[in-house]
Nanobody, 124 residues
Framework: VQLQASGGGLVQAGGSLRLSCAASGDRFNKYGVGWFRQAPGKEREFVAAINWSGNSVQYSDVLSPKDRFAISRDNDKSMAFLQMNNLKPEDTAIYFC????????????????WGQGTLVTVSS
């Protein structure tokens, strides 16, 4: 499966962005999907994940509070989304969507397919 992330941009602290991940090349509902991010000078970290049907989601503790972000998917459109609210400067990073066969995981090395990333910059 090929993935393409989009929706990043520059936003002020407290603002919102919605990231999209478009999939192609295979049946999207075969895959669990994860969102990861990598800030400048830091390692890539887990943000959120969703199972194939969308009825099970996971969020990273670093989001604090976790309900600032919401992951979702639309299998009919082969899309996954990450709604990000109340953004903070520390959320500034390149955000990646990833897919793996089977249940989603928090470990990035378990994902077989990656999108190219979309940059999110949150100004204070």
């Amino acid at each position: 499966v090929q993935l393409q992330a989009s929706g990043g941009g520059l936003v002020q602290a407290g603002g919102s962005l919605r990231l999209s991940c478009a999939a192609s090349g295979d049946r999207f509902n075969k895959y669990g999907v994860g969102w990861f991010r990598q800030a400048p000078g830091k390692e890539r970290e887990f943000v959120a994940a969703i199972n194939w049907s969308g009825n099970s989601v996971q969020y990273s503790d670093v989001l604090s509070p976790k309900d600032r972000f919401a992951i979702s998917r639309d299998n009919d459109k082969s899309m996954a989304f990450l709604q990000m609210n109340n953004l903070k400067p520390e959320d500034t990073a390149i955000y990646f969507c990833a897919a793996r066969r089977g249940p989603p995981r928090e470990v990035d090395s378990s994902y077989e397919f990656w999108g190219q990333g979309t940059l999110v910059t949150v100004s204070s």
